[in-house]
């Protein structure tokens, strides 16, 4: 069983360019997440996708970023005309529905790491 | 802010020793906790994790520990290897998706 898949795994842009990273869950999750990290620092959570339904993304900023998971396909993470402070570590996790109330485990990806020049 | 937080951010020990990495948390209402690692490189790799219902488990050389009357959890590791060199982080959700991870704690085991 394949885990979350994420690519790439390395994304180099110039300022004012876009920035598309993609994840897969892992098989039988319907459940997607996207969260940031900047060196040496934990993850922060960035927006909550289930199939073709933005749930919650109250981490991300306004301006700039979108997510989206369609009914076929990775979920996408879009940044458009990035700049260098877009510079991080992007991490997906993917789990279960919640089920009973409580959250399901997330599994997490390896990561798309941007570097904004 | 963050409702999660670490004692100590760099934890160094001796191989065959053991680890134990503490963890705060400041929501009460935080049901389920959840301990991960992460090696350089790489995503957060699940480790074990503990609902609020019970205040202890154990897993294959780890243990989670989880006091609700000081909002304290630690994750031990037992006879600590060299490939348990990595950051770990303790994660909490009040029931719902979000889960909050504090900042991390990096453990060094020295040969």
């Known amino acids: 069983n394949a885990g979350v898949m994420q690519n790439p795994r390395h994304l180099v842009r110039r300022r004012g360019q876009e920035a598309r990273l993609r994840c897969s869950p892992m098989k039988g999750h319907s459940h997607v997440y996207w969260y940031r990290q900047l060196p040496e620092e934990g993850l922060k959570f960035m927006v909550y996708?289930?199939?073709?339904?933005?749930?919650?993304e109250s981490g991300m900023p306004k301006e700039r970023f979108s997510a989206e998971f369609p009914k076929e396909g990775p979920s996408i993470l879009r940044i458009q005309q990035v700049v260098r402070g877009d510079s991080a570590a992007y991490f997906c996790?993917?789990?279960?529905?919640?089920?009973?109330?409580?959250?399901?485990?997330?599994?997490f990806g390896p990561g798309t790491r941007l570097l904004v020049l | 802010g963050e409702s999660v937080g670490l004692h100590l951010p760099t934890l160094s020990v001796q191989e065959g020793d053991n680890s134990i990495i503490n963890c705060a948390y400041s929501?009460?209402?935080?049901?389920?906790f959840i301990w991960y690692k992460q090696e350089s490189g790489k995503g957060p790799q699940f480790i074990i994790d503990i609902r609020s219902n019970m205040d202890k488990r154990q897993g294959q050389r780890v243990t989670v520990l989880l006091n609700k009357t000081v909002k304290h959890l630690s994750l031990q590791i037992a006879a600590t290897q060299p490939g348990d060199s990595a950051v770990y982080f303790c994660a909490e959700n009040t029931g719902g998706f979000k889960t909050i991870f504090g900042a991390g704690t990096r453990l060094f085991v020295k040969a």
């Open positions: 996708l289930q199939k073709e339904n933005i749930i919650d």
């Open positions: 996790a993917s789990s279960l529905p919640l089920a009973g109330g409580y959250q399901e485990t997330q599994y």
């Open positions: 929501n009460s209402a935080s049901d389920y």
